[in-house]
């Protein structure tokens, strides 16, 4: 699930190991790419933790960021 903290939609995903998680991060920035809203994020073996928030928006969480983690979520 993703958790609201400190302005941001975190999630950390955990697979069976790191080709996985590299795969499953090059679908999430194609989405990202095709959104025009990028994630924060970080890859640890098999595990990638994403936060998301909106720059423009002084760093809070808005509609684009929901919009994103649904997607991410679909994936």
Known sequence: MWKEENNKLARTFEFKDFQ??????????FLAESQGHHPNW???YNKVTIELTTH??????TEKDRKLAKAIDQI
């Open 20 to 29: 996985e998680a590299f795969a499953f991060m090059c679908r999430v920035a």
């Open 56 to 61: 423009d928006a002084g760093n809070t969480i």
């Open 42 to 44: 970080s890859n640890v």
